[in-house]
């Protein structure tokens, strides 16, 4: 006699693996993220110790925001691919 599997078994199977299979991915990307968070906390407290802060040059000066402005519209323009006279900046924000 062959006893096949009902389809509510079938469908109980499915969506325990799925969610079986989830949640290891899930925790295999929180192991990773803790991981590289280490990694990145002992290469940055170096890095940053030895470089002191220092402005850019020519940025720092309140006469210089035409140059500033020119600056992040050609950095914006060259990476969506269009011309700089398409785009129009409302302001800009320090972080």
Not at 45 to 73: E, F, H, N, T
């Amino acid at each position: 006699m062959n006893q096949e599997p009902s389809i509510l078994q079938v469908v109980l199977m499915g969506l325990i693996t799925v969610f079986v299979v989830l949640i290891c991915l899930i925790v295999i990307i929180k192991l990773m993220g803790l991981i590289m968070a280490k990694v990145a906390e002992k290469k940055a407290v170096p890095a940053a110790a030895a470089a002191p802060a220092v402005p850019a040059p020519g940025i720092s000066q309140p006469g210089d925001k035409q140059k500033l402005v020119a600056a992040v519209a050609a950095a914006i323009a060259e990476d969506m691919g269009a011309d700089v006279n398409h785009l129009k900046i409302h302001s800009i924000r320090k972080l």
